[in-house]
């Protein structure tokens, strides 16, 4: 049976005009039926396809202006920031300069303070100088071959430095002999080297209990100038390594210095003269006296103490050797 054929009251006629099967009118309805129903979804479709772009195209609007408005917040907080940082760097230019300028008083003072401590220590060698026969040349010199000779056995160059400047008051103690022992012209009897061996401890009373390393030096310096390496020495007979560095360098630095010195009761000794006999000894000058690395360095640095004995000369000197 045919599909037409199938419906009720429908026959295989219909449609037929004139023995030509023509189409069905019901078949044609469904179909104009169909292409209306088509045409009805394609417009619906297009519609909503219209819709469903004009929300996308909202709904990206949308996003695109939330992305705007979060950069705009971002750049506005960064900007912020980078004001904030700025007014911070300069914060701390600001700091930095007043801190600098501060340092600088500081260092200023610091320094003026130094200066002016440096000055009366000077003042008070040259005050003890007018007392003693030792000249202002001498303790200069002494300064210098103590600073090379500390520099030589390899003391740190602080602490030549600070020799340089303690070793000048080795002597100050002489303030507190009496005249009578001082100037005497001539050998010192029993009584009066009893006193005048007092200096040493005189010098260390007058520089004790200061804070400074400088003072407490010299302290050092002052007490220590006169013992030997082998004992013989004074105020306390130490010996070796009891006698602290600084006064065995000084030590050898004054015996040098002495025999190049004119006295009253002896001539000048040359350079060669002098560390020959501070090598071999002399009868009364001894090589024991000082310690033999400390010798030994000044033999290699001999040179340089001659040149200081030269450029630092004591014009009485200079009138005596003419
Ligand atoms: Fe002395
Ligand atoms: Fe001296």
């Excluded at 303690?166 to 507190?176: E, F, N, Q, S, T």
């Amino acid at each position: 049976m045919s599909s037409i054929e199938s419906f009720p009251g429908v026959t295989a006629d219909v449609g037929k005009q004139d023995g030509v099967l023509a189409a069905p009118p019901l078949a044609g309805m469904m179909e104009a039926v169909d292409e209306v129903r088509v045409t009805a979804d394609v417009a619906e479709l297009a519609l909503r396809a219209d819709e469903a772009l004009r929300r996308h195209i909202e709904s990206t609007h949308s996003q695109m202006r939330k992305y705007a408005r979060d950069l705009n917040e971002v750049i506005q907080r960064e900007r912020a920031k980078s004001l904030a940082l700025e007014d911070a760097n300069q914060q701390l230019r600001t700091f930095a300069d007043q801190l600098r300028a501060s340092m600088e008083r500081e260092q200023q003072r610091a320094s003026d303070l130094e200066n002016a401590y440096m000055e009366m220590v000077r003042r008070l060698m040259t005050a003890s100088t007018y007392k003693d026969r030792e000249t202002g040349e001498h303790i200069q010199r002494l300064g210098h071959y103590s600073r090379l000779l500390a520099l030589e056995i390899g003391l740190p160059e602080g602490e030549a430095n600070m020799l340089f400047t303690a070793a000048p008051m080795h002597d100050l103690g002489k303030i507190g002999i009496p005249d009578r022992v001082l100037y005497k012209e001539g050998p010192l009897n029993e009584e009066e080297w009893a006193i005048m061996k007092r200096h040493p401890e005189i010098g260390a009373r007058l520089l004790e209990g200061s804070q400074s390393p400088l003072i407490e030096m010299a302290r050092v310096v002052a007490l220590g100038h006169h013992e030997r390496w082998d004992g013989t020495g004074y105020p306390y007979g130490i010996k070796g390594g009891e006698i602290p560095i600084a006064a065995r360098i000084v030590s050898i630095c004054d015996s040098y210095d002495a025999l190049r010195s004119r006295r009253p009761y002896k001539k000048s000794f040359s350079h060669e003269q002098a560390c020959s006999i501070i090598h071999y000894g002399d009868g009364r000058t001894a090589p024991e006296h000082f310690d033999p690395l400390v010798l030994e360095a000044f033999l290699r640095v001999n040179d340089g103490l001659n040149q200081i004995w030269e450029s630092i000369q004591d014009p009485v000197e200079l009138a005596w050797d003419r």
